[in-house]
C-alpha cells in the first residue's frame, strides 16, 4: 500500500481556500500513484477556530468525496462536522469512488476544546479495504489514558490506523518535536503489530485557545514493528507531500 501524508498548511476561518488546498493535495498525492492520501485534523475551519459556531453545514465533506472519485484516490481528512447544534471533530474514511467507509468523532479532546466541540464516544471505526482493516482516530485520541482508543482499533482487527492531527508549538519553541507521539505510536505498533500514521498540518493558529502557537507537521509513520518508519519535516511552513510503501 502507498500512502501519501499531505503536510498542508490550514488557513483559520478560511474553509474554501483549505479545501481548495487539499483538492490540489488529493490530485498530488494520485499522480504520484499513492493508494490513500491522509489529510490533517479540522482541515476546513482549522483545530479550534471560533468560525466553525457560525457556519453553515457546507460542503466540505462532498467537495472531498468528489475529489477522491476524480482522481481514483482513497481519502483520510479530518474535517468540522455539523450536527444539528452540535460540532464534531471527525476524521472520514472515504473509498476511491467517493463512498464513506466509516467516520470517526474524536473523543480524547483537550479540555481546551471542550466548548467548542462535542465528543465522541466509541473507538469503532474500522473499516474493510482492499489493503486489510483500517481504523480511524483524531490527534489526542492517540495518547487516551492506556492508548485505549488505539488499543481498540487493533482489537477489532485493525491493521493499521490513520489519523488526522494538528500538532502545535508555542512561539519560539526550540526543543525537539514529537516524544509524546512516539511513545505511544511506537508502543502500540510494537505491541499490537499494526502500523500507525498522524498527518499534521502546518500554519499559525489565529483564534481559539492557542492563538498564536506554531502548527508544524513532524507528521509521523510507525510500521507494525513499533519502527519509525517516516518523519516529516518541522515548521510552520513546512507544506510537504509525504510518501511511504507499507
Known sequence: MKLALAQMRVEGGQPARNLARAEERIAEAAGAGADIVLLPEALDHGWTHPSART?????????????????????????????RARLFNTAYLLERDGTVLTRHRKVNELEIAHDLYS????????????????GLQVCADGFAEGQWISRALAARGARGILSPCAW??????????????????????RDCRIWIAGCSNVGTLTEGPWRGRHCIGNSLVFDATGREALTGPFGKDAEELLKIEL
Open 168 to 189: 502545535a508549538v508555542p512561539p519560539g519553541f526550540t526543543g525537539v518535536y514529537g516524544r509524546l507521539w512516539r511513545d505511544h505510536y511506537g508502543s502500540v505498533s
Open 55 to 83: 457556519a453553515t453545514a457546507g460542503d466540505s465533506l462532498d467537495r472531498l468525496r468528489k475529489a477522491a472519485r476524480v482522481h481514483g484516490i482513497m481519502v483520510c481528512a479530518g474535517l468540522v462536522e455539523h450536527d
Open 119 to 134: 465528543r465522541g464516544s466509541t473507538a469503532e471505526a474500522v473499516a474493510e479495504t482492499r489493503f486489510g482493516r483500517i
